[in-house]
């Protein structure tokens, strides 16, 4: 059974810096491209971005260009993302998504973890 | 970007009813539509991908239809279980978009 556990989230002031964690199990994770979905309270979902399988090539929205770095570590099957400069609009739960092949690109989200919870204020 | 937008915004219904819930693209998007179902507090679960494939496990009451920038969603006899929010998404380009989501509420 695919298992995503998301980490890291919290509540900081804005300009601040949070990094999420997202341990996988339940399938071999150095073979599928992974994803950072979000969601704002009450919101609809927005993709942030996204990894290839080997982590050589990542997507980002613009919203989060050049503030937010996906990483991944399949010797541990976990996914990071690192967000700097936070903002009051980046308040969220921070899904991490499983896409279905091995690209960066490849984002039909078969398996999702349950969310963490970030909180941008002061 | 592209925009997905749904129709309606939410609707309400009856157990056992046939409901349908529309998504149009802002340009064609082939058939790179997937529809996800996210219960109150729960993670998105992928329902429909490629706009008419059934993911695994899911009861064959959905089914979905469409290509270019018209696609359906289709709840053939509506259950409990089922009163809750859907969304579809676009995988056509990058950065992959969802709709504003559909709530389906019980009448």
């Known amino acids: 059974e695919v298992q995503l556990l998301e980490s890291g989230g919290g509540l900081v002031q804005p300009g601040g810096s949070l990094r999420l964690s997202c341990v996988a199990s339940g399938f071999t994770f150095s073979s599928y491209g992974m994803s950072w979905v979000r969601q704002a309270p009450g919101k609809g979902l927005e993709w942030v971005s996204g990894?290839?399988?080997?982590?050589?090539?990542?997507y980002y929205a613009d919203s989060v260009k050049g503030r937010f770095t996906i990483s991944r570590d399949n010797s541990k099957n976990t996914l990071y993302l690192h967000m700097n400069s936070l903002r009051a609009e980046d308040t969220a739960l921070y899904y991490c998504?499983?896409?279905?092949?091995?690209?960066?690109?490849?984002?039909?989200?078969?398996?999702w973890g349950q969310g963490t919870l970030v909180t941008v204020s002061s | 970007d592209i925009q997905m937008t749904q129709s309606p915004s939410s609707l309400s219904a009856s157990v056992g009813d046939r409901v349908t819930i529309t998504c149009r693209a802002s340009q064609s998007i082939s058939s790179y539509l997937h529809w996800y179902q996210q219960r109150p507090g729960k993670a998105p679960k992928l329902l429909i991908y490629?706009?008419?494939n059934l993911q695994g496990g899911v009861p064959s009451r959905f089914s979905g239809s469409g290509s270019g920038t018209d696609f359906t969603l289709t709840i053939s006899s509506l259950q409990p279980e089922d009163f809750t929010t859907y969304y579809c998404q676009q995988t056509y380009r990058t950065p992959p978009t969802f709709g504003q989501g559909t709530k389906v509420e019980i009448k």
């Open positions: 998504a499983k896409g279905s092949c091995s690209s960066a690109s490849c984002y039909r989200f078969d398996s």
């Open positions: 490629d706009a008419s």
């Open positions: 990894i290839s399988d080997g982590g050589g090539n990542t």
